[in-house]
């Protein structure tokens, strides 16, 4: 019974937790892409964009 | 709640976003393109002849300037994301942050994710001098980082040593140093430069209350049956 208990609490995160990893990651990709993947057609169409908003760009 | 703070995060970021486009538009790209005439050649800093500092407003460029609305979009759309995530971990079930209170959650955003790391690397003309790109990446993310520890720190830490421990972390990532470049080169005069550094920085923060305040909103008076 209490290992039981214990293992549900180990795994049993709140579904604020889960909201802030899934957004916190997604959140996190979206930067990364739009700000920082240096793949040439994407840094030509963001360039301004990162410029503007501080992002390291060349 | 996982769909509820995904769709707020995108929803506010996406007109955040739009909103700081257009004002970065109006008041940052007319000085970035200004600054390419220098880092091209067409115009020539400290030449021969003295050139004129003003520009005739060039136009609207359909397709740079709506994949600049597109990218600001999606940036800000991650910004949200990030954001909704630190405030669905700072509310209590049932509790819910006000708009008011938004605006300065975005601020705090705004430090953390723009005017930190500006401190030791300001955003930049295009055509000034630099180093090399991935260093200065990971030091961007190490400084966003840190800096967004040291403010949750200071807002919902407990015990006095959240301060000194605060500080250490905003301090830190510019005792080390960003990457700086060995020789200056920039072409481009350097009225140009700040007045883009500080018009970047100024569009970022009204976008980022923009966002903080459209989020906490949307958190708030979203239907729950979202998830």
């Given at each position: 019974m209490i290992t039981a208990l214990r293992r549900k609490a180990l795994f049993d995160i709140s579904s604020r937790q889960a909201a802030a990893l899934v957004c916190g990651i997604l959140g996190l990709g979206l930067i990364t892409?739009?700000?920082?993947?240096?793949?040439?057609?994407?840094?030509?169409?963001?360039h301004d964009v990162r410029h503007a908003n501080g992002f390291v760009c060349h | 709640m996982i769909a509820k703070s995904l769709?707020?995060?995108?929803?506010?970021?996406?007109?955040?976003g739009l909103l700081t486009g257009l004002l970065q538009l109006s008041f940052v790209?007319?000085?970035?393109?200004?600054?390419e005439l220098y880092e091209t050649g067409e115009l020539v800093h400290r030449g021969a002849e003295a050139v004129s500092a003003q520009l005739e407003w060039s136009g609207i460029d359909p397709v740079r300037d709506g994949l600049s609305l597109l990218f600001s979009m999606l940036i800000f759309a991650g910004y949200g994301?990030?954001?909704?995530?630190?405030?669905?971990?700072?509310?209590?079930?049932?509790?819910?942050?006000?708009?008011r209170e938004g605006?300065?959650?975005g601020v705090c955003g705004f430090v953390a994710a723009q005017l930190a790391?500006?401190?030791?690397?300001?955003?930049?003309?295009?055509?000034?001098?630099?180093?090399?790109?991935?260093?200065?990446?990971?030091?961007w993310y190490a400084t966003v980082a840190v800096t967004a520890v040291a403010l949750w720190l200071l807002a919902f830490g407990r015990g006095h040593w959240r301060v000194p421990a605060a500080v250490v972390l905003l301090l830190a990532p510019h005792v080390i140093g960003a990457p700086q470049p060995e020789h200056f080169e920039g072409p481009v005069p350097q009225e140009i430069a700040a007045l883009f550094a500080s018009r970047a920085l100024g569009a970022g923060l009204a976008g980022w209350v923009m966002l903080g305040a459209i989020l906490a909103w949307?958190?708030?008076?979203?239907?729950?049956d979202l998830g």
């Open positions: 892409i739009a700000g920082n993947v240096q793949a040439s057609a994407l840094h030509a169409a963001a | 769709t707020s995060g995108i929803v506010a970021g996406a007109a955040a790209q007319p000085v970035l393109l200004h600054a994301l990030l954001l909704s995530a630190a405030m669905a971990l700072a509310t209590a079930d049932g509790a819910s942050i006000s708009p605006a300065v959650w790391p500006a401190f030791s690397l300001p955003p930049e003309v295009p055509g000034s001098a630099h180093v090399d790109l991935s260093d200065r990446q990971v030091w949307l958190r708030r008076n979203a239907p729950e």
